[in-house]
């Protein structure tokens, strides 16, 4: 047993997981679970995300002995799920609205930050950010999750789309700025 105030980074638990140590897992499980639970949502796995991720975890666990460490275990088991969320997709015959559940800002922390009047502006911007990203094709949205919704390194980012880095670099740029262009114009449409 491991005393609790030792506490063990992902690649201890991925080395006794991969000895076969069931609860070296699990802890990997519980630990990692809200992250995949938010990448598959963001990614459009919507009221499908829970099994989505169990799925992942299943998959992770099958392919732990392939896990080499080249990238954070985190960037891996996302992949994973990001992976499992495109085959719910491709299973649904879907291509477009990802569902941004997951992306709202608490509304007690709005409340408590402005008052009615800031929660209810922060609602407004928050439903013009989930419009525009809806409006962006697949591969910006995906970016976009990636690096702002979930903070995801650039190295992670690389890992969980499996693109190259220069891809991620300049897609990023070109769907901030895309973003950027729609929510310009939500704000012009919405004054006027």
Not at 4 to 17: C, G, I, Q, S, Y
Not at 42 to 48: E, I, K, N
Not at 63 to 71: M, V
Not at 116 to 123: E, I, K, T, Y
């Amino acid at each position: 047993m491991i005393p609790p105030e030792v506490p063990l980074d992902d690649e201890e638990f991925v080395t006794r997981a991969q000895a076969g140590d069931r609860e070296a897992y699990e802890l990997l499980v519980t630990r990692h679970t809200a992250s995949a639970y938010r990448t598959a949502v963001l990614l459009g796995a919507g009221s499908d995300a829970e099994d989505v991720i169990q799925e992942a975890f299943v998959k992770a666990y099958r392919k732990l002995s392939r896990y080499r460490g080249d990238s954070s275990f985190r960037s891996w088991l996302l992949a994973i799920v990001a992976n499992e969320t495109r085959n719910l997709h491709r299973s649904r015959d879907r291509r477009h609205g990802l569902v941004l559940r997951a992306a709202r800002v608490d509304p007690t922390a709005e409340i408590a930050e402005d008052g009615a009047v800031g929660a209810v502006l922060a609602g407004e911007r928050r439903t013009a950010l989930v419009r525009a990203l809806r409006l962006l094709p697949a591969k910006d949205r995906e970016v976009l999750v990636c690096r702002y919704f979930l903070d995801l390194t650039e190295d992670e980012t690389v890992t969980m789309l499996g693109w190259p880095r220069g891809t991620v670099k300049s897609r990023t740029s070109r769907a901030l700025a895309k973003l950027r262009a729609l929510l310009a114009v939500e704000e012009v449409s919405h004054r006027g």
